[in-house]
């Protein structure tokens, strides 16, 4: 990390989020070595805390005391909550009506201040740099600040650790801003170039079909991103159409031999429902794209390689995607029913 070793970090004990081997997704394609790195387990529920425990201990240590950002949601929870933690102020940009409810929770009860704008993300952030372009007393937060991918790279390194010291052959993860995939490309480069490893994963970008700017410049061999105004999709967190980061995303996958897709909310939304029942994971809808997208990969995978998708947030953070009709559950009226009830459910 860029920090003299006397430098106490602002942190939540981020990080050190579990590997799961899959005991049912895998098994069903003919996967034989899938894991899911569960980054749901993070102090806010998401990968972002990795990367903000950096970015505020370093706006700390330059005397900032105004931390802002634009967000779809986890962007907002995490900085809030870090900035809680270092007695600094969080101001969060969130366009209206498009953030979940349980992001916008949890930074209200941290404290920040919270502002909608009519119009998109990408709207949002535009107006967030704009202003603090004008004021230089706002300290931007969001993942085009270096010291955000410095720790967000820090995954590459957990997984590495996790797999008994191998790098995995896959990466495979959803991509909204795009800062994530080129920050854990990152990782595994200096990890190679450290020589602590002698190989490099494959990165793999998958995007909501109707919010794919980035997977459409990759399909089409463009060297730049036409941004999509009218970005559309269940999985809020990368409901993006013009990513900031998406110079690096698209380096980070051709220079990995890696690719770029798309994958359906219909298909998302069955993830979601898959990794709850099959794996016991509950994941926020954008989490669940890589794991929609290995029905469509795994001949380009092969049944031996090993594949570890990034679930980057919590399920509990995004529930108006996951629709429970309670009025389909039955109600009993006292104990007769409820044995009746658990006889008819025993097997045999």
Aim: glycine share 10%; net charge positive; charged share 25%.
């Amino acid at each position: 990390m860029p920090f003299a070793r006397d430098v106490k970090p602002i942190s939540l004990q981020e990080g050190g989020t579990p590997l799961v081997p899959s005991s049912g997704i895998g098994k069903g394609l003919g996967l034989q070595e899938l894991y899911i790195k569960n980054e749901g387990q993070n102090p806010t529920g998401s990968f972002k805390d990795r990367g903000m425990t950096v970015a505020v201990t370093k706006a700390s240590q330059r005397g900032a005391r105004t931390l802002v950002c634009a967000s779809t949601g986890n962007t907002s929870a995490s900085l809030a909550a870090y900035a809680a933690r270092g007695g600094l102020e969080a101001v969060v940009i969130v366009p209206s009506g498009k953030v979940a409810a349980g992001k916008l929770v949890q930074a209200t009860v941290h404290g920040a201040r919270i502002l909608r704008v009519k119009g998109n993300f990408d709207e949002a952030l535009g107006l967030v740099l704009e202003v603090v372009r004008e004021n230089p007393a706002l300290y931007l937060m969001n993942s085009i600040n270096p010291y955000r991918i410095e720790g967000q790279k820090t995954l590459a390194y957990e997984v590495f650790e996790q797999l008994g010291g191998r790098v995995p052959d896959y990466v495979v993860l959803p991509v909204g801003n795009a800062g994530n995939i080129s920050a854990i490309w990152k990782g595994f480069l200096e990890l190679k170039s450290w020589r602590i490893s002698d190989r490099l994963p494959r990165m793999v970008g998958v995007q909501a079909a109707e919010a794919a700017p980035i997977a459409e410049a990759y399909e089409k061999k463009r060297d730049h991103v036409k941004p999509w105004g009218d970005a559309r999709t269940v999985a809020s967190a990368i409901r993006i159409g013009k990513p900031a980061s998406w110079k690096k995303a698209l380096r980070a996958i051709r220079d990995s031999g890696g690719l770029s897709m798309t994958v359906t909310d219909r298909e998302i939304l069955q993830a979601v429902d898959e990794l709850a029942s099959k794996e016991g994971l509950f994941v926020e809808a954008a989490s669940a794209t890589p794991v929609a997208a290995l029905k469509h990969l795994r001949r380009t995978l092969g049944p031996r390689a090993t594949i570890v998708c990034v679930a980057t947030g919590n399920g509990l953070k995004d529930q108006e995607s996951v629709k429970v009709d309670l009025e389909r559950t039955p109600e009993l009226s006292g104990g007769p029913d409820l044995l009746k009830a658990l006889r008819d459910s025993t097997p045999g």
